[in-house]
């Protein structure tokens, strides 16, 4: 068993930046983080926490006012008060400096309950709908509170024990609307995000259904010849033993294989590997170990427990010796086999929960750092357990009920828990339980899931809840499966910003106010948020309108222009907008200047090695630049990266691909490139490779007004510049905004007479303010002129 000591992270603050008195300690992190303990018998905590391992923080300037009753510290950024007492609302207080967005709630007082932006919660667990959020360390108002109190500490071997140290420690974040910097400061008190392996973020398939070695094959198989890619096969509980004796309790727990399921579990884990995917099994660990279990001789000796005695032995998060036989007899030998991480299925503490006593945290711990042994990039996948948790990836949200409510909740509750540290949710896809069917309803929740941190289809265990793409009818099952194909594309972008999220402690899902924490619309779209640094999703989450088949989305498009992926329609931002889409599209926003990375993939294939063939999507309009990073496709932590560095610049209408730099022995010597320029029409492109300059030919698609050109065969180590000629003539967007709508009303369910009497308006030669007039005097419905009123104000 691989036990993680995280001796990089030192939990002692800098001295300089303590203040001490008889019960009460005040570290300053920082100039807006402060930590505050208090203890009667001035027992003062220096270990690392449950969620705290690093305290170690640059020296504070600040200034102190002292007298025997009192206490007043000042940093640039905040003013603190304390009478020296036990802590109290009236005694001790922390007030922003400057400028603050609120007359009055820009001052915490002791125990004061916050207006926070929300964190995250421990499970959804037969949630239907919204349901309340734990707090994060984000406030609209500045200033935000967490509670580290009761939580356990980490010993320097690795191992844990219950706290009996100081009576209140508190952690106080006091940032503004610096919500990247809050973040980023939080991460270097708790530890990073680690990085995820790279097959984590293609699809998972998962279904609590009792396969054995021959269904899951044909389901392999079936995926094969329908070309869909996963990369991560769950089996949930049914792989082992559930038909026990009643004596035992219950049949969640079992690490046992069912032979009559899976005869030979080697056999059936290397058909899986060799079809190219990575393999969990499903555990309920709560009930111990039984008499029943293959290993049960075996474990109970090294508990020094008589094996013949048939006892039941308990499960015991506090004990090192059951932790140590539990890897070394229940997972380790799966491991040998293949099994290459846990699905870690706690769910059986109290509903109030004592940090003190709580397993899931601990389970998380020992099972994430475990995972890592021999090199590798940890993974592991339970449910959330407070603060800190965001260090042991991945987590799993629990049995939803299938609905659009639940649906609805998602997009917001996965952002939000960005504003506590947890970017690596993974959701039951299409819901879990009870609900009805609805193939629009799973269409929508698999577009969401490809734009979510963790793609997983999952459902409970019922002949009638189904999430293979091949039992839903047409349309759906083949927009359904571009979306899973589209998720394996954009691998090299998902995975750029998993290392970014490692390295520069910004999580994948980032809410709208990370970058506009001052413009209030962005705290409006609750269910809009940026998926990772270049896109913005707004998820369709709502039923489509049966005249119009199209479904409502409230978006915000900040300053800019942004253009829509699939559409290709420019969109001016600066302001509120309805967008409406069909089954096939969701809202998905680039801006001016961004750039995509995308594998371009020849062929359904499970592969999700660093690409050959790459698609870059380009916004014209501005200067942009991305840097592509990429390192071994397995899940090794010691390989180093490189990166490609991509440039446009729009006054010089040229694109830069700079050498890779770092271990280019990670991907492929020569690649090819699509590149996708939207919002240009481009005659004539030039490569110029060393002193070698060559001309290639160009396709335009007016309808998306995209320019596309394909260079091939080009080396890793060489710089590559691409100039290009635009087309003088304007672009009309009139005539591809017609288009658009034309293809609309063919597909609106109304009037034929009204299509043309619509139609009729929108081609005539009449000014753009009398066009819009009449379209909205025109007697049709709402729903039809807010889909003709969002294309033609685009």
Request: charged share 30%; hydrophobic share 30%.
């Given at each position: 068993?691989?036990?993680?000591?995280?001796n990089?992270f030192n939990?002692?603050?800098?001295?300089?930046?303590?203040?001490?008195?008889?019960g009460y300690?005040?570290?300053?992190?920082?100039?807006?983080?402060?930590?505050?303990?208090?203890?009667?018998?001035n027992?003062f905590?220096?270990?690392?926490t449950?969620m705290?391992?690093?305290r170690?923080?640059?020296?504070?300037l600040?200034?102190?006012?002292?007298?025997?009753n009192?206490l007043k510290?000042?940093?640039k950024d905040i003013?603190?008060?304390?009478?020296?007492?036990?802590?109290?609302p009236?005694?001790l207080?922390i007030?922003?400096?400057?400028?603050t967005?609120?007359?009055?709630?820009?001052?915490w007082?002791?125990?004061?309950k916050?207006?926070?932006?929300g964190g995250t919660?421990?499970?959804l667990?037969?949630?239907?709908?919204?349901?309340?959020?734990?707090?994060?360390i984000?406030?609209?108002?500045?200033?935000?509170?967490?509670?580290?109190?009761?939580?356990?500490?980490?010993?320097?071997?690795?191992?844990?024990e219950d706290r009996?140290?100081?009576?209140?420690?508190?952690?106080?974040?006091a940032?503004?609307?610096?919500?990247?910097?809050?973040?980023?400061?939080?991460?270097?008190?708790?530890?990073p995000?680690?990085?995820?392996?790279?097959y984590?973020?293609?699809n998972?398939w998962?279904?609590?259904?009792p396969?054995?070695?021959n269904?899951?094959?044909?389901l392999?198989?079936?995926?094969?010849?329908?070309k869909?890619?996963?990369?991560?096969?769950?089996l949930?509980?049914?792989?082992?033993?559930?038909?026990?004796?009643?004596k035992?309790?219950?049949i969640?727990?079992g690490?046992?294989?069912?032979?009559?399921l899976f005869?030979?579990?080697?056999r059936?884990?290397?058909?899986?590997?060799?079809?190219?995917?990575?393999?969990?099994?499903?555990?309920?660990?709560?009930?111990g170990i039984?008499?029943?279990e293959i290993?049960y001789?075996d474990f109970?000796?090294?508990?020094?427990?008589?094996?013949?005695?048939?006892?039941y032995?308990?499960?015991?998060?506090?004990?090192?010796?059951?932790?140590?036989n539990t890897?070394?007899?229940?997972?380790?030998p799966?491991?040998?086999?293949?099994?290459?991480?846990w699905?870690i299925?706690?769910?059986?503490?109290?509903t109030k929960i004592?940090?003190?006593?709580d397993?899931?945290?601990?389970?998380?711990?020992?099972?994430?750092?475990?995972?890592k042994k021999?090199?590798?990039?940890g993974l592991?996948?339970?449910?959330y357990a407070?603060?800190g948790?965001?260090?042991?990836?991945v987590?799993?949200?629990?049995?939803?009920?299938i609905?659009?409510?639940?649906?609805?909740f998602?997009?917001?509750?996965?952002?939000?828990?960005?504003?506590i540290g947890?970017?690596?949710w993974?959701?039951?896809?299409?819901?879990?339980?009870?609900?009805?069917r609805?193939d629009?309803?799973?269409l929508?929740?698999i577009?969401?899931g490809?734009?979510?941190?963790?793609?997983?289809?999952?459902?409970s265990?019922?002949?009638?809840?189904?999430?293979?793409?091949w039992?839903f009818?047409?349309p759906?099952?083949?927009?359904?499966?571009?979306?899973?194909?589209?998720?394996?594309?954009?691998?090299?972008?998902?995975?750029?910003?998993?290392?970014?999220?490692n390295t520069?402690?910004?999580?994948?899902?980032?809410?709208?106010?990370?970058e506009?924490?001052?413009?209030?619309?962005?705290?409006?779209?609750?269910?809009?948020?940026?998926?990772g640094?270049e896109?913005l999703?707004c998820?369709i989450?709502?039923k489509?309108?049966?005249?119009?088949?199209?479904?409502?989305?409230?978006?915000w498009?900040?300053?800019g222009?942004?253009?829509?992926?699939?559409?290709?329609?420019?969109?001016s931002?600066?302001?509120?907008i309805t967008?409406?889409?069909?089954?096939?599209?969701?809202?998905?926003?680039?801006?001016?200047?961004?750039?995509i990375?995308?594998?371009?993939?020849?062929?359904?294939i499970?592969?999700?090695?660093?690409?050959?063939?790459?698609?870059i999507?380009?916004?014209s309009?501005?200067d942009?630049?991305?840097?592509?990073?990429e390192?071994?496709k397995d899940?090794?932590s010691?390989?180093?990266?490189v990166t490609?560095?991509?440039?446009?610049l729009?006054?010089?209408?040229?694109?830069?691909?700079?050498?890779?730099?770092?271990?280019?022995?990670?991907?492929p010597?020569?690649?090819?490139?699509?590149?996708?320029?939207?919002?240009k029409?481009i005659?004539?492109v030039?490569i110029?490779?060393k002193?070698?300059i060559?001309?290639i030919?160009?396709?335009?698609?007016?309808?998306?007004?995209?320019t596309?050109?394909?260079?091939?065969?080009?080396?890793?180590?060489?710089?590559v510049?691409?100039?290009?000629?635009?087309?003088?003539a304007?672009?009309?967007?009139?005539t591809q905004?017609?288009?658009?709508?034309?293809?609309?009303?063919?597909k609106?369910q109304?009037?034929?007479v009204?299509?043309?009497e619509?139609?009729k308006i929108l081609?005539a030669?009449?000014?753009?303010?009398?066009?819009?007039?009449e379209?909205l005097n025109?007697?049709?419905?709402l729903?039809?002129?807010?889909?003709l009123?969002?294309?033609?104000?685009?």
């Open positions: 068993m691989y036990i993680e000591k995280y990089d939990p002692l603050a800098n001295p300089k930046s303590i203040i001490i008195g008889k300690r005040i570290t300053l992190l920082t100039s807006k983080l402060v930590r505050l303990e208090y203890s009667k018998n027992i905590e220096d270990a690392r449950k705290v391992i690093n170690n923080f640059p020296e504070v600040y200034e102190i006012y002292e007298d025997e009192s510290i000042i940093t003013t603190l008060r304390y009478n020296k007492r036990e802590f109290s009236y005694g207080s007030e922003l400096n400057g400028k967005k609120h007359p009055y709630k820009e001052i007082h002791f125990n004061d916050l207006s926070n932006l919660r421990r499970t667990d037969f949630i239907d709908g919204e349901v309340e959020l734990d707090d994060g984000l406030s609209e108002y500045g200033i935000s509170v967490i509670d580290d109190s009761n939580s356990p500490i980490l010993l320097e071997n690795g191992w844990y009996n140290s100081n009576e209140i420690d508190l952690y106080v974040f940032y503004k609307r610096n919500y990247k910097e809050a973040l980023k400061d939080f991460f270097l008190l708790t530890g995000q680690p990085k995820l392996p790279r984590a973020l293609g998972w998962s279904r609590y259904y396969y054995n070695e269904s899951y094959k044909d392999l198989e079936k995926f094969e010849n329908e869909l890619p996963f990369s991560v096969a769950v949930d509980m049914d792989w082992h033993l559930v038909d026990i004796p009643e035992y309790g219950s969640w727990t690490y046992t294989w069912n032979h009559e005869p030979d579990p080697k059936f884990i290397d058909y899986i590997k060799e079809k190219g995917y990575k393999i969990t099994l499903n555990v309920h660990p709560s009930a039984r008499p029943f290993m001789r109970a000796k090294a508990m020094n427990i008589d094996p013949n005695k048939d006892l032995i308990d499960f015991d998060h506090k004990s090192k010796t059951f932790f140590e890897f070394k007899y229940l997972y380790k799966n491991e040998d086999i293949g099994v290459d991480f699905w299925d706690w769910q059986q503490s109290p004592d940090e003190n006593k397993p899931l945290w601990v389970l998380n711990h020992y099972h994430y750092n475990d995972n021999n090199n590798n990039i592991t996948f339970s449910r407070g603060p948790s965001h260090r042991y990836p987590g799993f949200s629990g049995d939803t009920v609905s659009w409510e639940s649906l609805d998602q997009p917001y509750f996965t952002s939000t828990a960005s504003n947890y970017g690596w993974s959701h039951d896809i299409g819901g879990h339980r009870h609900g009805y609805s629009e309803l799973t929508r929740w577009q969401f490809v734009f979510s941190p963790i793609n997983r289809l999952h459902s265990n019922s002949e009638f809840i189904e999430k293979e793409p039992n009818k047409e759906y099952k083949t927009i359904i499966v571009e979306y899973l194909r589209l998720r394996h594309e954009l691998i090299p972008y998902t995975y750029t910003m998993n290392v970014i999220a520069e402690n910004i999580p994948l899902i980032r809410p709208m106010y990370y506009y924490p001052e413009n209030k619309e962005s705290y409006k779209v609750k269910n809009q948020y940026y998926f640094s896109l999703i998820p989450t709502k489509i309108n049966e005249e119009s088949e199209m479904a409502e989305f409230k978006a498009l900040p300053k222009n942004w253009y829509d992926l699939q559409i290709g329609l420019k969109y931002g600066n302001r509120n967008i409406n889409r069909g089954i096939e599209n969701l809202g998905i926003f680039f801006k001016e200047g961004s750039i990375p995308l594998a371009k993939l020849k062929e359904r499970n592969n999700i090695d660093n690409p050959e063939n790459l698609r999507i380009i916004g309009g501005d942009g630049e991305f840097n592509l990073i390192d071994n899940n090794l010691n390989v180093e990266s490609t560095n991509f440039k446009y729009e006054n010089d209408s040229k694109i830069l691909i700079h050498k890779a730099e770092g271990n280019i022995n990670v991907i010597r020569y690649r090819s490139f699509e590149f996708n320029i939207y919002g029409k005659k004539k030039m110029k490779i002193d070698s060559r001309e030919g160009t396709e335009y698609n007016f309808k998306k007004n995209i596309s050109f394909i260079i091939r065969e080009i080396p890793i180590n060489e710089n510049e691409i100039t290009f000629e635009y087309d003088e304007v672009f009309d967007s009139k905004k017609l288009d658009i709508i034309k293809k609309f009303l063919k609106s109304m009037s034929n009204d299509k043309d619509i139609y081609v030669n009449k000014d753009y303010k009398t066009t819009i007039s379209i025109y007697d049709t419905s729903a039809i002129k807010n889909v009123l969002e294309i033609i104000l685009a």
